[in-house]
């Protein structure tokens, strides 16, 4: 699980320090991201408890790196704390079934994160030898 966690938060941060030029489908994408980390810091907090910021800090992070329009990063907070909000209300104790949703988040955020990679990654140019 700490190894999901600690590969989720790589790849949220892709690109430390450049801010990314998104469209309209890697925004969307980042703004699930989003949600998907304010579900994380609700499932961590409610196992490690309030003090634990692991997962706010990380949102904090890629709003630095992001440099977003006022409006998108609008709709990044906001779907951080409507993440938080709704797993927070699900799962306000740690449970074994709270480990699972966490568990189910990292996966998502995986997944999420990977795809927002491949979109943000220009496909590679072949050169023919000899050519030029």
Not at 14 to 26: N, S
Not at 33 to 49: D, P
Not at 108 to 121: I, K, N, P, W
Request: charged share 20%; with cysteine; aromatic share 4%.
């Amino acid at each position: 699980m700490r190894f999901a966690c600690v590969i989720l938060a790589g790849l949220v941060l892709l690109a430390p320090g450049v801010p990314q030029a998104r469209d309209a489908q890697q925004q969307g994408i980042l703004i699930e991201l989003a949600g998907v980390l304010g579900e994380s810091h609700a499932l961590r907090q409610a196992c490690a408890g309030r003090e634990d910021q692991y997962w706010r800090a990380r949102m904090m992070r890629l709003l630095e790196v992001e440099q977003a329009p006022a409006a998108v990063e609008r709709a990044l907070t906001s779907a951080f704390n409507n993440g938080y909000e709704s797993r927070r209300r699900s799962y306000p104790v740690c449970t074994p079934t709270a480990r699972r949703a966490e568990a189910a988040a990292a996966a998502r955020g995986r997944s999420l994160a990977r795809r927002l990679s491949q979109e943000a990654t220009p496909a590679p140019t072949s050169s023919l030898p000899g050519a030029g």
